[in-house]
């Protein structure tokens, strides 16, 4: 590590128009006050935007030549377009018209993650109501520099202000994290993974009014689990509390697995690092062995596609070829690092095949996870010897749908967990099945009180006999032998008829981010946001599934 004296004679050489430039960007409390207009009273130097931050963490580089720049790997990221994100603007306005009563709390706890700054400058304000409304859309704000975070998304200096105070503990879940005050004469703190010497401290503090210090904690799950554990309170007609859903539950599944003792932390898979030396800032960086990149890979390649093709009414701000590198790094988590499959030989018993399909999660959580709009499903197509298909379970339609599935066709069905599969209408889809306090089938969050069904593949060393009530296994799923923390085993004993040998099996793995039934649910809201978000999933559709993984068997 340079000394700090070393650092200073080091200040001269730096280019003067780099320095100006670092000044520039970083927001003078002049120019927020007159762009405030309707939010003049906030004080937004809480946080800073994140053009002020990507100065100094861009163009870095690899020794074998990949750029890991981390604001332009964030900016491409779901983190960094979560106030954007139409799906979620859809839901929140969709919530507000099923509970017009809690519409104000109903929108700061949706915008405590996905605008988070924001919410966070009106909270310190006193509790002064930040609704989402207010900045939407993105591309019609005030210009004020609250409009701006509350654009920026979880952004540089929301995560890395976070302190380590009761990380872990259910008081810090639901976005319930601690940003510390500006102590009397000093600077606000940006943690990160190092020690910093003082020069590169003072550097900081001069150009950003920010100071680094050496945080272990946002190494380590517990960083994760405040923003990534949702609990939310159920409504009834006159806006009383009538229950509670545990909605996102990532870190406890996490916690239920094996990764902890493997010592297999969310960033370790969702921010993979990268062999260094490599530097952590373009200017006066020190070297390091390995770099986290801030790609956030997770499995939304699609909402990532509906960005680029309505970037301009989102107000999208990454380059279109950034949002196709993190799509593609995405599909290749989903691909290499997600699930695998294996079918069995299969046996004929003259009209019948059957056969076993096994399918496990390798993730640290349960496959899918977080929100619940998200599925996987077991696609299995069986084939004769001239090729035509007498037998498929699971096929995607054009429409999004899954075809035979109960809930596509009738909002109040669904499917449930089988054990064996013998007609083409049967279909093994993982999944949360939401319920109301009378045990009715939704996709309102804020109605919801229970889980109908969640058969969601567990991850290595999940006991699902002494997992809490939170993330617990519901349906017959409970009751399957074959369900468990070593995954799933189908079994299919389907009809062939007379047709000749011999036969082929094949089986995708399929996931979609956003179900075709929580797509059109919102068709029946007449607000903006629904109607928006409806017109690009049935223009995108086709594009709103894709295979994780592919096995194949074959009679002798």
Known sequence: MRHPLRLRTLLPAVSAAWLCSLFLAAPRASEQTAAARGHAALDTSLFTHSENCVACHNNLVTPSGEDVSIGASWRSTMMANSARDPYWQASVRRETIDHPTRSTDIQNECGACHM??????????GGTPNP??????????DGSELHRLAADSISCSLC????????????????????KPIP?????????????????KTIMRSVTGYEQAEGPHIRESTFCASCHTLITEAFGPGGEVIGRLPEQMNYQEWEHSAF??????????????????????????DERDTLNRHVFVGGNAFMLHVFNRYRSELGVEALPGELDATAGATMRQLEHDTATLAVSAPERAGETLAFDVDVRNATGHKFPTGYPARRTWLHVAVRDAAGRT?????????????????????????????QTIRRPDEVQIYEPILGDTKGVPTTGLVTATQYLKDNRLLPRGFDKATADPDIA???????????GASGDRVRYE??????????TVDVELRYQSVGYRWAHNLERYDAAEPKRFVSYYTAMSAQSSVVVTTASARTP
């Open 116 to 125: 988070p700054m924001s919410q966070r400058i009106s909270a310190a304000a």
């Open 160 to 179: 890395h202000q976070i302190a380590s105070d009761r990380l872990g503990t259910p008081e810090s879940y639901n976005s319930q994290f601690v940003v």
């Open 494 to 503: 389907v009809p062939v008829g007379a047709g000749a040998g011999p036969f």
């Open 132 to 141: 989402v409304f207010d900045h939407l859309p993105i591309v019609n704000g």
């Open 473 to 483: 296994v519901h349906g017959e799923a409970l009751r399957d032998p074959d369900f």
């Open 390 to 418: 007498v037998f498929e379970s699971g096929a995607v339609e054009a429409s999004g749908a899954i075809a035979g599935n109960d809930a596509d066709i009738d909002p109040l069905r669904f499917e449930p967990h089988y």
């Open 184 to 200: 009397p004469g000093a600077s606000r703190i940006i943690y990160g993974p190092y020690q910093v010497d003082a020069g590169r």
């Open 260 to 285: 902890p003792s493997e010592q297999r932390s969310c960033q370790s898979c969702h921010m993979p690092a990268v062999s260094g030396p490599v530097r952590i800032a373009s200017v006066l960086g």
